[in-house]
T-cell receptor, first 113, second 113 residues
Framework: GENVEQHPSTLSVQEGDSAVIKCTYS??????FPWYKQELGKGPQLIID?????GEKKDQRIAVTLNKTAKHFSLHITETQPEDSAVYFC????????????FGSGTRLLVRP | NAGVTQTPKFQVLKTGQSMTLQCAQD?????MYWYRQDPGMGLRLIYY???????DKGEVPNGYNVSRLNKREFSLRLESAAPSQTSVYFC????FGDGNEQFFGPGTRLTVL
């Protein structure tokens, strides 16, 4: 079945620096890769996603890159701000059912002022 | 719009007790999901409902039952709670399953003693 591995588990950066979180997936047929942000005490919220027909997608300070050959995708946050501090999850669908998202174990990002 | 609402926010049960977690969405979404979140393990799908009238098992369905009461509501029932079911439970919904954004509720923190 699909497996999603996420690294690092924790990441601490200085405000203004960049942060990169990487995920690898096992099912080469996976075609949709969302990233969710979870603030303390809240449910996860989608921040960006990418489909397998593109290699990169940007939205202001956030970007996601996809390497289908290596089966990994990464979240890039530039010019980090304290409000970026949160837990970030990547996910990929199980191909036996596109309704089933398999989530990575999460990355706790801390942006130091 | 309230989005996805969940009740209760917190619950403490004794081993063997039963309870139902309620979830409702007001976005006219077809698909609904129940996840559990445990430290270091990300989100794991318990059950999902692709559309009104259908339910299917996710990764960790044992010990749970669900009911898609109507298009808006999707409940999760623990018939005989066990300490291993101590977790934070999230309900989510999406317009459809295939590569659609999932909107999460605020979660229910359940402790089973």
């Amino acid at each position: 079945g699909e497996n999603v591995e996420q690294h690092p588990s924790t990441l601490s950066v200085q405000e203004g620096d960049s942060a990169v979180i990487k995920c690898t997936y096992s099912d080469s047929a996976s075609n949709y890769f969302p990233w969710y942000k979870q603030e303390l005490g809240k449910g996860p919220q989608l921040i960006i996603d990418i489909r397998s027909n593109v290699g990169e997608k940007k939205d202001q300070r956030i970007a996601v890159t996809l390497n289908k050959t290596a089966k990994h995708f990464s979240l890039h946050i530039t010019e980090t701000q304290p409000e970026d501090s949160a837990v970030y999850f990547c996910a990929a669908p199980r191909m036996d059912s596109s309704y089933k998202l398999i989530f990575g174990s999460g990355t706790r990002l801390l942006v130091r002022p | 719009n309230a989005g996805v609402t969940q009740t209760p926010k917190f619950q403490v049960l004794k081993t063997g007790q039963s309870m139902t977690l309620q979830c409702a969405q007001d976005m006219n979404h077809n698909s609904m999901y129940w996840y559990r979140q445990d430290p270091g393990m990300g989100l794991r799908l318990i059950y999902y409902s692709a559309s009104e009238g259908t339910t299917d098992k996710g990764e960790v369905p044992n010990g749970y039952n669900v009911s898609r009461l109507n298009k808006r509501e999707f409940s999760l029932r623990l018939e005989s709670a066990a300490p291993s079911q101590t977790s934070v439970y999230f309900c989510a919904s999406s317009e459809f399953g295939d590569g659609n954004e999932q909107f999460f509720g605020p979660g229910t923190r359940l402790t089973v003693l």
